[in-house]
């Protein structure tokens, strides 16, 4: 029998597939699958197939009969589903940890500061405190970020702006750091005039953010960031797609990386990308990421779009 078929499939579902059709065929028993596939175009589409054998009178397998239904949308709604819900549960848990530790960790901060004023700079307990002083503004700040991440932002006004706008505004504000780390920005062809309504500082500090870790990835040898911009068919959606030439992202960490404290940098809280992910969705939109391990990462920031440039408030 040909395997040839098989090398369409996604690496991580060959061995699952090949063990349940070859048990299939041996038992004769039916049996139902999801895998991946790839199309001619490169990109893999998920599928449900029920196969059925048709047996003769003797129970010989004269041939197979199945179904096989494209259920990619449907995955891709769940998974947004259940990566929403995770973030509602993270979110409720680590909202509560910023009221309860700020009013103590404020108490401990006053105090350290006081007995610090009255330690001589030569004193052998001078340097223990300094360090206790920082690790309790490390502490101060962390508390800090995750009030930035969990904060209500109902209040805040919406304007029309234009994307393009947006994106050369957040080019001009790290150009310095793209020079710094010879990494070059490349406009793509489908960068144009799209309008959404957003509050635009939270916006600008999405895509710099993405856009600073891109040139994190790409140290120390520098390389290229691309953004651009697709259009769905159907859909009044558009995606603004940040692509570097990075290292990627591990296959363990990639799973998580939306998480609050998960990073790949040495240094960092692992806040950035959860405080982007809050921003965009309650935007309306949907943030994804797709990295292969040496051969860099896209993220893809997926947010609602407006007829009009006309400014408006919400």
């Known amino acids: 029998m040909s395997w040839g078929w098989i090398n369409a499939l996604h690496p991580d579902d060959r061995a699952r597939v090949a063990e349940i059709w070859e048990n299939a065929v041996r038992t004769g028993s039916s049996y139902d699958i999801e895998y991946r596939i790839r199309s001619a175009s490169g990109e893999y589409s998920e599928f449900a197939v029920r196969g059925v054998p ?22 891709r709604v769940e998974n947004q589903l259940l990566e929403a819900e995770k973030h509602v549960v993270i979110g409720r848990m680590v909202g509560s940890v910023p009221h309860e530790i700020n009013n103590p960790l404020q108490t401990i901060k006053n105090c350290l500061y006081l007995i610090q004023q009255d330690t001589q700079a030569d004193s052998p307990s001078a340097e223990p405190l300094g360090m206790a002083l920082s690790e309790t503004q ?11 991440l969990y904060r209500s932002q109902a209040i805040q006004p919406r304007q029309v702006q ?48 993405i856009s600073t870790n891109a040139i994190e990835a790409m140290k120390p040898t520098g390389g290229t960031l691309t953004v651009d911009m697709v259009y769905p068919e159907s859909e009044d959606k558009v995606g603004i797609i940040f692509t570097d030439t990075g290292q990627g992202i591990p296959p363990d960490i990639l799973p998580h990386i939306f998480e609050p404290f998960t990073t790949t940098k040495e240094f960092g809280l692992g806040l950035g990308l959860s405080i982007c992910y809050t921003i965009v969705q309650k935007h309306g939109g ?22 009009s440039t006309n400014d408006r408030e919400e």
């Open 162 to 209: 234009d994307l393009q706008h947006l994106i050369e505004e957040v080019h001009s504000l790290i150009t310095m750091q793209l020079n710094n780390a010879q990494v070059t920005w490349q406009p793509g062809s489908g960068l144009q005039e799209c309008s959404v309504n957003c509050v635009k500082d939270q916006l600008i500090e999405v895509f710099l953010n």
């Open 138 to 148: 490390r502490l101060t700040n962390l508390v800090g970020q995750l009030r930035q």
């Open 54 to 75: 048709i047996k003769d009178k003797d129970g010989n397998i004269l041939s197979w009969v199945g179904t096989c239904t494209d259920i990619t949308d449907k995955k």
């Open 286 to 307: 949907q943030i994804t990421v797709d990295s292969q391990p040496g051969q860099g990462t896209s993220f893809t920031v997926w947010l609602p779009v407006v007829a």
